[in-house]
């Protein structure tokens, strides 16, 4: 059954679980995403979510998806942007993803009867929804991953063997480009990254994964969409109890991993329009004190330590919370030094990421680290 979020108190948790599962990343801060959603709402639209078995197994979809990282605090002189014809900005963010599906329908001649968010966020899943809702095209309760991810080529369709090209990128200016083919998933990524720095940054609309519904099932996280609502719920409902943290345990089985307060952060790379790579440094508070805390970003956290001890990894969710508030703090500039946070973490939604191709995806050793997978419920006990 088609499931219609029509009150704005359900997108707020609505958005507020995405951004929670979103892991850091997903393309924006969780108000990002209830700024976009919620004046609909209030003008009396509503957002439909349909089951992967609603829709028809020879039904076109796609994955859509924003490409980006680390802007720089200082723009580029106007100067240099119109020596490349860059005067006007033609697309939002939003329109840039949906010139984007249509883009990839048109050069594969193909019909789109839905789509797919490619990842868990608060802003990549909210502008799945509004770039299905200017094509009238229903979004699937579904999305690749069940988290957010740094990279194309880290979904659970290419576990199965289904890579993103062809692909169409289209940035804020109205430069379109398409991908026909790579020689790799990881490669796919690299070229619309160089994309958004060719563009200047802010944001590249992307899509892929084209498929028909009876093949894009294998890759689906069936039910994310509404579990990001249960998991917005129990933050919400957390907010007024003496252990913030018991309904989101009892929603997700995870735990908290440590509660401290932020020192710095420490960037590792200033290549911009790329990546936004650094680690939070974070002190013990309660009953952490006197221990210390680091967690690896790449977009999304990555690695936890704590005093030296690796605590949890990716594929699994590790989310920085505001320890007052509940809120899923972004690794957009969120965790700033003396805010007091909590680190939880929680098992990947897919067991699929668990596999041995799931690990060598999203595991440390595909970041670089000398270790393996380190599962977060055998340790920090």
Same mark, same amino acid.
């Given at each position: 059954?088609?499931?219609?979020?029509?009150?704005?108190?359900?997108?707020?948790?609505?958005?507020?679980?995405?951004?929670?599962?979103?892991?850091?990343?997903?393309?924006?801060?969780?108000?990002?995403?209830?700024?976009?959603?919620?004046?609909?709402?209030?003008?009396?639209?509503?957002?439909?979510?349909?089951?992967?078995?609603?829709?028809?197994?020879?039904?076109?979809?796609?994955?859509?998806?924003?490409?980006?990282?680390?802007?720089?605090?200082?723009?580029?002189?106007?100067?240099?942007?119109?020596?490349?014809?860059?005067?006007?900005?033609?697309?939002?963010?939003?329109?840039?993803?949906?010139?984007?599906?249509?883009?990839?329908?048109?050069?594969?001649?193909?019909?789109?009867?839905?789509?797919? +968010?490619?990842?868990? %966020?608060? !802003?990549?899943?909210? @502008?799945?929804?509004?770039?299905?809702?200017?094509?009238? =095209?229903?979004? #699937?309760?579904?999305?690749?991953?069940?988290?957010?991810?740094?990279?194309?080529?880290?979904?659970?369709?290419?576990?199965?063997?289904?890579?993103?090209?062809?692909?169409?990128?289209?940035?804020?200016?109205?430069?379109?480009?398409?991908?026909?083919?790579?020689?790799?998933?990881?490669?796919?990524?690299?070229?619309?990254?160089?994309?958004?720095?060719?563009?200047?940054?802010?944001?590249?609309?992307?899509?892929?994964?084209?498929?028909?519904?009876?093949?894009?099932?294998?890759?689906?996280?069936?039910?994310?969409?509404?579990? +990001?609502?249960?998991? %917005?719920? !129990?933050?919400?409902? @957390?907010?007024?109890?003496?252990?913030?943290?018991?309904? =989101?345990?009892? #929603?997700?089985?995870?735990?908290?991993?440590?509660?401290?307060?932020?020192?710095?952060?420490?960037?590792?790379?200033?290549?911009?329009?790329?990546?936004?790579?650094?680690?939070?440094?974070?002190?013990?508070?309660?009953?952490?004190?006197?221990?210390?805390?680091?967690?690896?970003?790449?977009?999304?956290?990555?690695?936890?330590?704590?005093?030296?001890?690796?605590?949890?990894?990716?594929?699994?969710?590790?989310?920085?919370?505001?320890?007052?508030?509940?809120?899923?703090?972004?690794?957009?500039?969120?965790?700033?030094?003396?805010?007091?946070?909590?680190?939880? !973490?929680?098992?990947?939604?897919?067991?699929?990421?668990?596999?041995?191709?799931?690990?060598?995806?999203?595991?440390?050793?595909?970041?670089?680290?000398?270790?393996?997978?380190?599962?977060?419920?055998?340790?920090?006990?």
């Amino acid at each position: 059954m088609a499931t219609i979020l029509s009150d704005v108190k359900t997108i707020e948790d609505f958005v507020t679980g995405l951004a929670f599962l979103g892991t850091g990343g997903g393309g924006g801060r969780l108000q990002d995403g209830i700024d976009l959603l919620a004046p609909l709402i209030k003008a009396g639209k509503s957002i439909t979510l349909v089951s992967p078995d609603e829709v028809s197994p020879d039904t076109w979809s796609c994955a859509v998806a924003s490409w980006g990282g680390r802007d720089p605090d200082t723009p580029p002189p106007a100067a240099e942007l119109a020596s490349f014809g860059l005067v006007k900005e033609k697309y939002t963010l939003v329109e840039r993803m949906v010139q984007a599906a249509r883009e990839l329908a048109e050069f594969r001649n193909v019909r789109l009867g839905a789509v797919v +968010s490619m990842e868990l %966020g608060s !802003a990549a899943t909210v @502008g799945t929804i509004l770039t299905g809702m200017a094509l009238g =095209l229903p979004t #699937v309760d579904s999305d690749y991953v069940g988290r957010a991810i740094p990279e194309a080529g880290q979904s659970k369709m290419d576990i199965h063997g289904m890579p993103p090209t062809p692909m169409a990128f289209v940035d804020r200016w109205g430069n379109v480009t398409l991908v026909k083919s790579t020689v790799s998933a990881v490669m796919a990524d690299r070229l619309g990254r160089m994309i958004s720095v060719a563009a200047y940054g802010k944001g590249v609309g992307g899509t892929g994964y084209l498929a028909q519904m009876k093949d894009s099932k294998r890759g689906f996280i069936r039910g994310s969409l509404l579990t +990001s609502i249960k998991v %917005g719920e !129990a933050l919400r409902e @957390g907010k007024g109890q003496k252990d913030r943290l018991a309904p =989101l345990v009892k #929603v997700t089985g995870g735990r908290a991993l440590f509660t401290g307060e932020a020192v710095a952060t420490d960037w590792e790379s200033d290549e911009a329009f790329m990546f936004r790579k650094f680690t939070y440094r974070i002190k013990g508070t309660g009953a952490n004190a006197g221990q210390a805390c680091r967690i690896w970003v790449k977009n999304e956290h990555h690695v936890v330590w704590v005093d030296e001890r690796v605590v949890a990894t990716s594929p699994d969710i590790i989310v920085v919370l505001d320890a007052a508030t509940n809120q899923p703090l972004s690794t957009r500039g969120d965790v700033t030094p003396d805010r007091q946070v909590v680190v939880f !973490a929680m098992k990947a939604l897919d067991p699929d990421w668990h596999s041995p191709q799931g690990i060598e995806l999203l595991g440390p050793r595909h970041f670089g680290f000398d270790f393996d997978y380190v599962p977060f419920d055998t340790t920090a006990r």
